[in-house]
């Protein structure tokens, strides 16, 4: 199993940004995958999980900023950051999670195989 996350930069506030994660090595179309970000002195968080059939959840910080969808002929997984914010900032991790059913809670505990991070500044 393998997940890869790319796309992380330098951005302003109020910016936007577009990560993607790759992933191979496993039944893409049948798992779900969750985002992750862990800021400087802080424990990981979840982000966001889309589930196999494409529906997604959020966590409240960033419900209504930042949508995760899915290339399921490219095996990536996107999420897209706008209006991002100081406190966005971090090492974003792409995960595959043990089931759909997990998806919701958007969990550590959850995850199959975590994939490398990208790092997000979001800094003037």
């Given at each position: 199993?393998?997940?890869?996350?790319?796309?992380?930069?330098?951005?302003?506030?109020?910016?936007?940004?577009?990560?993607?994660?790759?992933?191979?090595?496993?039944?893409?179309?049948?798992?779900?995958?969750?985002?992750?970000?862990?800021?400087?002195?802080?424990?990981?968080?979840?982000?966001?999980?889309?589930?196999?059939?494409?529906?997604?959840?959020?966590?409240?910080?960033?419900?209504?900023?930042?949508?995760?969808?899915?290339?399921?002929?490219?095996?990536?997984?996107?999420?897209?950051?706008?209006?991002?914010?100081?406190?966005?900032?971090?090492?974003?991790?792409?995960?595959s999670i043990d089931?759909?059913?997990?998806?919701?809670?958007?969990?550590?505990?959850?995850?199959?195989?975590?994939?490398?991070?990208?790092?997000?500044?979001?800094?003037?």
């Amino acid at each position: 199993v393998q997940l890869q996350a790319s796309g992380g930069g330098l951005v302003q506030p109020g910016g936007s940004l577009r990560l993607a994660c790759a992933a191979s090595g496993f039944n893409f179309n049948d798992v779900a995958i969750g985002w992750f970000r862990q800021a400087p002195g802080k424990e990981r968080e979840g982000v966001s999980c889309i589930k196999s059939g494409g529906y997604a959840y959020y966590v409240r910080p960033v419900k209504g900023r930042f949508t995760t969808s899915r290339d399921n002929g490219k095996s990536t997984v996107y999420l897209q950051m706008n209006s991002l914010k100081p406190e966005d900032t971090g090492i974003y991790y792409c995960a595959s999670i043990d089931s759909d059913a997990m998806c919701p809670f958007i969990r550590d505990v959850d995850v199959g195989s975590w994939g490398q991070g990208t790092q997000v500044t979001v800094s003037s």
